[in-house]
């Protein structure tokens, strides 16, 4: 059977919109590069029981948002950031703890950013303050450098993927747990690992955007190659 993808979803809380009480997003590539990579994605709102959750998903994909508030890691939010609700975060945070501790983790974007806060690091919170341009937001084709020896680097099949980027904050100090193995020529960090044997890749452009290329689609039909011997181990 094909291994279950969760998918956690922006959100905007609004309790006094008496009509639908909010907004929950995500963009339809993302659903549609998992499905053609060969997983089931469903979507995970804020409210879901992150129990239940946790024991039916066989992958999580953490894919782009708004920004994270910088609360999470003890300092006050950059002039220029744009926190979420905090709804998707703190549901994010509780997922997190309770899904195994092998279960592999493909963060996008936000999701890199995600990964990083989850395990005790830290974002730059506005990237063109130290590089003095903003050429990673607006959808920006750049390449980029991975350490030839990462596990990313084996999974894109090269060692200096291209991806289109649309951010203005990035992993700053790097948790404990987590290695940087991708940079932009400016320094930014573009690409975490785990340090472990699970499968835990972050990036911080969007693949989904450029599902011809062959990076992108190593790079999800590994996460999902991943996921089924997730799913196929749990089910012995």
Same mark, same amino acid.
């Given at each position: 059977?094909?291994?279950?993808?969760?998918?956690?979803?922006?959100?905007?809380?609004?309790?006094?919109?008496?009509?639908?009480?909010?907004?929950?997003? *995500?963009?339809?590539?993302?659903?549609?590069?998992?499905?053609?990579?060969?997983?089931?994605?469903?979507?995970?709102?804020?409210?879901?029981?992150?129990?239940? /959750?946790?024991?039916?998903?066989?992958?999580?994909?953490?894919?782009?948002?708004?920004?994270?508030?910088?609360?999470?890691?003890?300092?006050?939010?950059?002039?220029?950031?744009?926190?979420?609700?905090?709804?998707?975060?703190?549901?994010?945070?509780? *997922?997190?703890?309770?899904?195994?501790?092998?279960?592999? /983790?493909?963060?996008?974007?936000?999701?890199?950013?995600?990964?990083?806060?989850?395990?005790?690091?830290?974002?730059?919170?506005?990237?063109?303050?130290?590089?003095?341009?903003?050429?990673?937001?607006?959808?920006?084709?750049?390449?980029?450098?991975?350490?030839?020896?990462?596990?990313?680097?084996?999974?894109?099949?090269?060692?200096?993927?291209?991806?289109?980027?649309?951010?203005?904050?990035?992993?700053?100090? /790097?948790?404990?747990?987590?290695?940087?193995?991708?940079?932009?020529?400016?320094?930014?960090?573009?690409?975490?690992?785990?340090?472990?044997?699970?499968? *835990?890749?972050?990036?911080?452009?969007?693949?989904?955007?450029?599902?011809?290329?062959?990076?992108?689609?190593? *790079?999800?039909?590994?996460?999902?190659?991943?996921?089924?011997?997730?799913?196929?181990?749990?089910?012995?």
């Amino acid at each position: 059977m094909k291994p279950i993808i969760g998918i956690t979803v922006e959100s905007k809380f609004e309790p006094e919109n008496t009509r639908n009480r909010g907004m929950l997003s *995500l963009g339809y590539n993302y659903a549609e590069e998992v499905a053609k990579a060969g997983g089931v994605p469903i979507l995970i709102p804020p409210t879901a029981d992150v129990e239940a /959750v946790a024991e039916i998903i066989d992958g999580w994909l953490i894919p782009g948002g708004a920004d994270i508030d910088a609360s999470y890691w003890g300092e006050p939010n950059h002039e220029k950031s744009e926190p979420n609700d905090g709804s998707r975060v703190e549901s994010e945070l509780a *997922l997190w703890k309770q899904v195994s501790p092998d279960l592999p /983790v493909l963060g996008i974007c936000y999701g890199c950013q995600m990964i990083n806060v989850a395990l005790g690091g830290t974002l730059e919170q506005h990237v063109p303050d130290r590089v003095e341009h903003e050429s990673h937001s607006g959808g920006t084709l750049q390449q980029y450098v991975l350490d030839p020896s990462s596990r990313a680097a084996q999974v894109l099949g090269t060692a200096t993927p291209q991806g289109k980027s649309y951010h203005h904050q990035a992993v700053g100090r /790097v948790a404990e747990g987590l290695r940087a193995v991708g940079h932009h020529e400016d320094g930014t960090i573009e690409v975490v690992e785990g340090t472990g044997k699970r499968w *835990l890749v972050g990036v911080q452009w969007h693949p989904e955007r450029t599902p011809e290329g062959d990076d992108t689609q190593n *790079l999800l039909r590994s996460f999902i190659a991943a996921a089924a011997e997730f799913k196929a181990q749990r089910s012995s």
